[in-house]
């Protein structure tokens, strides 16, 4: 039998994995074992892909240095709180935490927020923090934890990257359409927050 090589998400697919998506948080049991369990993550619910490309948003909102610094301290602090749930894995309020997270990035992309570099990279890790502290505890019985992580740091980054792109693309001619993206996310915030 012939081998074929996995293609990597097209839209088509991420749009097929959205519709297919029944929840809207992403932890209520799920597959976590391995690398392709790990990338396809971030779609098994809109709580994690709605944050992920706001953290891009807000990060090509605010231009300069947090074009990347916003997307690394996210991604940093994401390891961070895997790493944490696998050590003490009894903090609560998490599943709050990420759900809180979509509605604030989405109320400071609407609002076009910028803050200090220091005050937005806090914001953007603690929540990077909830994110990962969420997957650490799923991660518990996985059969290859790191493949696992890997998976879903690359799709966080693909993510970031989707945000970003959109916000420099729009940055000329359209740049109300981020803010508009920015208060479909903070809606969606409220409701994952009542969905909890
Ligand atoms: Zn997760």
Same mark, same amino acid.
Do not use: K
């Given at each position: 039998m012939k081998i074929v090589p996995r293609k990597p998400p097209t839209p088509f697919l991420i749009a097929v994995l959205l519709l297919g998506s029944s929840t809207a !948080? @992403?932890?209520p049991g799920h597959d976590v074992s391995g690398l392709s369990a790990g990338l396809l993550h971030p779609f098994n619910g809109f709580d994690h892909l709605l944050a992920m490309v706001a953290v891009g948003l807000w990060a090509a909102q605010n231009g300069g240095r947090k074009i990347w610094l916003l997307p690394a301290a996210f991604m /940093? !602090? #994401?390891a961070v709180g895997a790493k944490c749930a696998l050590i003490y894995p009894f903090l609560p309020l998490i599943e709050s935490g990420i759900a809180a997270s979509v509605l604030v990035l989405g109320i400071v992309i609407a609002l076009s927020l910028k803050l200090s570099a220091r005050l *937005? &990279?806090? &914001?953007? +890790?603690?929540f990077g923090f909830f994110h990962g502290y @969420?997957?650490? /505890?799923? #991660?518990?019985?996985a059969v290859e934890?790191? $493949?696992? +992580?890997?998976?879903? !740091?690359?799709?966080?980054?693909a993510l970031h990257l989707a945000g970003i792109m959109t916000g420099? $693309?729009?940055r000329v001619r359209c740049m109300r359409l981020p803010q508009a993206l920015g208060t479909v996310i903070a809606a969606s915030g409220?409701? /994952?927050? *009542? +969905?909890i």
């Open positions: !948080l @992403a932890h /940093l !602090l #994401m *937005s &990279i806090a &914001i953007t +890790a603690l @969420a997957h650490g /505890l799923e #991660m518990f019985g934890p790191e $493949a696992y +992580a890997l998976g879903f !740091l690359a799709t966080t980054a420099i $693309a729009t409220v409701w /994952l927050l *009542s +969905a």
